[in-house]
T-cell receptor, first 111, second 111 residues
Framework: RKEVEQDPGPFNVPEGATVAFNCTYS??????FFWYRQDCRKEPKLLMS???SGNEDGRFTAQLNRASQYISLLIRDSKLSDSATYLC????????????FGAGTQVVVTP | DVKVTQSSRYLVKRTGEKVFLECVQD?????MFWYRQDPGLGLRLIYF???????EKGDIPEGYSVSREKKERFSLILESASTNQTSMYLC??????????FGDGTRLSIL
């Protein structure tokens, strides 16, 4: 089983709608998570950090459910520019800040 | 602003060649990382370095080596390129508890 698993999608979302998707992790010792966004043929860029139970940044809300070992990302009022692949990332429990990436969830926002 | 620069966006090499991928960061970060990204597998850590001349194996180091002679530069070396090393290669750097910042990536094709 992969340590970080994501539904690859694509999630097709009408502009203005809300979309949410999850990421599950297998290592219960995991403390910190991130959502990165990656546009086609571009590098990943940090979208938001997920500490404690969750985090909100504008239209984006991330939640962490430790009991069920998943992280969710919710996007409200979707924009065309939100079309991207969203990578769920776990901070490994070592001193080097190594990250473990999920394979990504593709979101396509349509007019 | 954070800047991680990879020497080539696209590279085509032949089987058996020795290939060098260069990465330079201008933020004086101590930690640098090399990943490869393949469809359905996400980003996988090849090697990382936490200081000049220091290196550690990641999850998939076989067939690769690295060099960190200066703090700002982290090179990935394919000793004898093989077709299964065709991939997108991403370099990242990080300082302390800050998120990793990625370069634009190098699409490497081995023929």
């Amino acid at each position: 089983r992969k340590e970080v698993e994501q539904d690859p999608g694509p999630f097709n979302v009408p502009e203005g709608a809300t979309v949410a998707f999850n990421c599950t992790y297998s290592n219960s010792a995991s403390q910190s998570f991130f959502w990165y966004r990656q546009d086609c043929r571009k590098e990943p860029k940090l979208l938001m950090s997920v500490y404690s139970s969750g985090n909100e940044d504008g239209r984006f809300t991330a939640q962490l459910n430790r009991a069920s070992q998943y992280i969710s990302l919710l996007i409200r009022d979707s924009k065309l520019s939100d079309s991207a692949t969203y990578l769920c990332v776990r901070l490994r429990a070592d001193s080097w800040g190594k990250l473990q990436f999920g394979a990504g969830t593709q979101v396509v926002v349509t007019p | 602003d954070v800047k991680v620069t990879q020497s080539s966006r696209y590279l085509v090499k032949r089987t058996g060649e020795k290939v060098f991928l260069e990465c330079v960061q201008d933020m004086d970060h101590e930690n640098m990382f090399w990943y490869r990204q393949d469809p359905g597998l996400g980003l996988r850590l090849i090697y990382f370095s936490y200081d000049v001349k220091m290196k550690e194996k990641g999850d998939i180091p076989e067939g690769y080596s690295v060099s960190r002679e200066k703090k700002e530069r982290f090179s990935l070396i394919l000793e004898s390129a093989s077709t299964n090393q065709t991939s997108m290669y991403l370099c990242a750097s990080r300082e302390g508890d800050q998120p990793q910042h990625f370069g634009d990536g190098t699409r490497l094709s081995i023929l």
